[in-house]
Nanobody, 124 residues
Framework: QVQLVESGGGLVQVGGSLRLSCAAS????????MGWFRQAPGKEREFVAA????????YYVDSAKGRFTISRDNAKNTVYLQMNSLKPEDTAVYYC?????????????????WGQGTQVTVSS
């Protein structure tokens, strides 16, 4: 079992920045690929970013490229999502998730463990 707890969400103006954190506990964190997903009201959950267990390979949805950065600190059992140049369309509940398979990291079905989510609201 892996327990995930997100933090760092909040209200920010257009163009602002936030850094989300996801603290993991339980089984060995470093063995998992980690991802961030988001879900806006009335929309399906969508992939945002993922990082492999070593931290060397990262993946982003097109809308996040150049603005968001995913990283992890295995010594602290924490994964981060630095979000810059935020837009109103980034408003959503953001979830972190852990995947043992390491395959198809853009697919939510590949993730076995999920946090409770943290709200990000970007005001215009």
């Amino acid at each position: 079992q892996v327990q995930l707890v997100e933090s760092g969400g909040g209200l920010v103006q257009v163009g602002g920045s936030l850094r989300l954190s996801c603290a993991a506990s339980g089984r060995t964190f470093s063995g998992y690929a980690m991802g961030w997903f988001r879900q806006a009201p009335g929309k399906e959950r969508e992939f945002v970013a993922a990082v492999r267990w070593s931290g060397g390979r990262t993946y982003y949805v097109d809308s996040a490229k150049g603005r968001f950065t995913i990283s992890r600190d295995n010594a602290k059992n924490t994964v981060y999502l630095q979000m810059n140049s935020l837009k109103p369309e980034d408003t959503a509940v953001y979830y972190c998730a852990a995947s043992m398979s390491g395959n198809g990291l853009g697919n939510s079905r590949e993730y076995a463990y999920w946090g409770q989510g943290t709200q990000v609201t970007v005001s215009s």
